[in-house]
């Protein structure tokens, strides 16, 4: 009787005496399976547990937070150490009207002569720096430049500010010092007495002995006004700095006139030299527009004295070089005598009557009035002399 797997091959399989592994070792249950179910099973993988899957989990998104946290904070270090952030801390300072704390903030250098940096007076200036944007930024390393067109009276005016790199922070991010922008100013020419007063932005100012004064100013409209007491004054102007960089406002030219006080007060002026001129017991009045001469050495001279026969007419006109220019329209008349002795006997001699001649300036004003100055030295033009 055969054994029915033989037709399938199963009589030729062998022993488990002959198959490599521990002779003699009992065959299971197992064993008994066919070849191709005896091979190894895949080792099982162990199960991790939920805790540690967590840990991991939690670790590698730790990680990926810290790595975005060091990109968003490098940014964040990069722009608040950008070049234009000094020049915005100025320009918000400026725009807010804060002078003082601007003014620091870009190294401006001023004392207690630069009357228009002051918040006083930047607050009565009109077309003022109201806004600003920043147009492009340049980095050379340890220079850069920050373009701003700053809004100024309805328009935008073009600004270059230059920062110096002064170090690092953390050794990564550089520090920038805005260096001071040039600083416009208003330009003021008084055709009138040396040292008049004007006022800027309600700031009293004093001209130089040319007429003239500068003032370092910030960006803005600044009303000038001639301040002549009661005596001159002249029509008001405005004056206007545009930006930064060192502009000049077109120059404010204000040209004096006389008040009615002031006209008075000339003509007393005028007056009162020539009644100098009169009490002079000189034949020959040092500064006065007449003398006498041929006196005759031979004769004593005395009781000497000037009579005023009439007063010269005289008109006030504008500021030249020397003053307001005072003009003779008619001149007065005036007589000298004088009591003489000598080789001949006594007697009276007389000159004149000749004309008096009262052109000249009015070169200024003290509080007691009008100071004149006789254009005519000593008579010597005078040709009723």
């Not at 066919?34 to 199960?47: G, I």
């Not at 918040?119 to 600003?132: C, D, I, M, Q």
């Not at 001159?232 to 030219?253: L, N, W």
């Not at 300036?361 to 009723?384: K, L, M, V």
């Amino acid at each position: 009787m055969t054994d029915q797997h033989e037709p399938d091959g199963w009589g030729a399989v062998p022993t488990v005496d002959t198959i490599s592994g521990t002779p003699g070792a009992p065959l299971d249950a197992a064993h008994s399976a066919p070849a191709s179910a005896a091979a190894p099973a895949p080792r099982p993988r162990r199960k991790l547990r939920r805790g540690a899957l967590i840990g991991i989990i939690a670790g590698g998104t730790a990680i990926v937070l810290l790595a975005v946290a060091g990109i968003v904070g490098y940014s964040v270090g990069t722009a608040s150490h950008s070049a234009d952030r000094p020049v915005r801390a100025f320009l918000d300072d400026l725009t807010a009207g804060k002078v003082d704390d601007a003014l620091q903030a870009a190294g401006i250098e001023h004392d207690k002569d630069d009357v228009l940096l002051t918040e006083a007076a930047y607050k009565k200036a009109t077309g003022r720096v109201t806004g600003y944007r920043i147009a492009a930024t340049r980095d050379d390393g340890d220079t850069a430049t920050v373009t701003a067109y700053l809004k100024q009276d309805g328009r935008d005016v073009s600004t270059t500010f230059t920062l110096d790199k002064t170090g690092t922070e953390w050794g990564v991010f550089p520090v920038w010092e805005l260096q001071a922008p040039k600083l416009g100013t208003v330009d003021v020419s008084v055709r009138g007495p040396s040292g008049a007063k004007v006022t800027v932005a309600g700031q009293s100012v004093t001209t130089a002995k040319d007429g003239t004064a500068e003032l370092p100013a910030l960006p803005g409209t600044y009303e000038v006004a001639l301040d002549g007491g009661k005596w001159f004054e002249a029509d008001g102007s405005k004056a206007t700095v545009a930006g930064f960089g060192g502009e000049v406002s077109t120059p404010v030219s204000m040209t004096t006139k006389l008040t009615a006080a002031g006209e008075q007060s000339a003509k007393a002026a005028v007056d009162a030299w020539v009644n100098g001129c009169i009490a002079s017991t000189d034949a020959s009045p040092k500064g006065c527009s007449f003398y006498a001469y041929g006196e005759d050495p031979a004769y004593t001279y005395t009781n000497q004295k000037w009579t005023l026969e009439t007063r010269p007419a005289v008109s006030v006109g504008g500021w030249v070089s020397s003053g307001w220019l005072v003009t003779t329209t008619t001149f007065g008349r005036a007589t000298f005598t004088a009591d003489i002795s000598g080789p001949g006997g006594v007697g009276t001699a007389s000159a004149g009557p000749m004309n008096v001649n009262a052109s000249g300036y009015i070169t200024g004003f003290t509080d007691q009035g009008a100071t004149f100055r006789s254009a005519i030295g000593n008579g010597s033009t005078d040709t009723g002399s």
